[in-house]
């Protein structure tokens, strides 16, 4: 079987159709992404339309649940919260009550755990080693994981192992996953990477072979970029996607 795991799409519609016809050519069995699929960017119902035309298995990230209405995002820096609103006004009713029913983890087919931030919290960033560990002990509370969890929400790619009592941060692209060691992972963005690479991010993970890949894909960012201006989302908005922060 082989995975495609996505996240943070942010109603970037180019994103997302590049990271889909890079798929086609992957022999992609299953695509779960892991929230975030609005916010930010102009396209939320063409986002949300594609993933549910694709079977797409989806959970709910903190944006979505501000734009669903589950809370308010009185904690958001301006820009994030003014993309909220305006997303508020331009999604479709259907596409906020598929926003209300997704759940905030999965566990997929018995092989992973997904979730957006945390393990126990959608709005808590994985952010380094401090993070890593509490999450892998709340991994090992719930008897129903397994030693694999994929997370989202800091739009950069990472990956945590933990073999025994020693942690570590995972190098080489691609890489195995060794029996008997837990590991946290994050495929990056689609749709608003941060690591400096504006190229949209996601990975590949292949139950036969046990391998991790990580994958990268250009999109037409002049576009979505224009279509942030010509909604009146924030200016910053468009610009921080050329620079892939």
Not at 7 to 13: A, R
Not at 25 to 32: G, P
Request: net charge negative; charged share 25%.
């Amino acid at each position: 079987m082989r995975y495609a795991v996505i996240s943070d799409i942010h109603s970037n519609l180019e994103a997302l159709t590049s990271f889909l016809e890079a798929a086609e050519n992957l022999d992609i069995d299953k695509t779960v992404c892991l929230g975030d699929i609005v916010g930010y960017n102009a396209n939320p119902n063409e986002c949300i339309g594609l993933l549910r035309e694709r079977g797409v298995q989806c959970l709910l990230g903190n944006h979505d649940s501000r734009v669903a209405g589950f809370e308010e995002p009185s904690d958001f820096n301006f820009h994030a919260a003014a993309a909220v609103y305006w997303t508020r006004d331009a999604i479709s009713g259907e596409n906020r009550e598929f926003l209300k029913g997704l759940p905030r983890n999965i566990l997929v087919n018995s092989k992973f755990l997904a979730v957006h931030g945390w393990v126990n919290d959608t709005d808590r960033y994985i952010m380094g080693h401090r993070d890593a560990e509490r999450n892998f002990g709340l991994m090992s509370e719930l008897k129903s994981t397994l030693g694999l969890c994929f997370f989202g929400h800091t739009h950069v790619p990472a990956a945590y192992a933990l073999n025994g009592e020693e942690m570590s941060v995972v190098n080489g692209n691609p890489f195995k996953l060794e029996k008997g060691v837990k590991y946290l992972i994050n495929p990056g963005s689609i749709g608003q990477p941060r690591d400096r690479d504006p190229r949209a991010s996601f990975l590949v993970f292949d139950t036969k072979k046990k391998q991790i890949t990580f994958h990268r894909v250009e999109y037409d960012i002049h576009t979505t970029s224009e279509k942030i201006l010509a909604a009146g989302l924030p200016e910053r908005l468009a610009e921080r996607l050329k620079l892939g922060w």
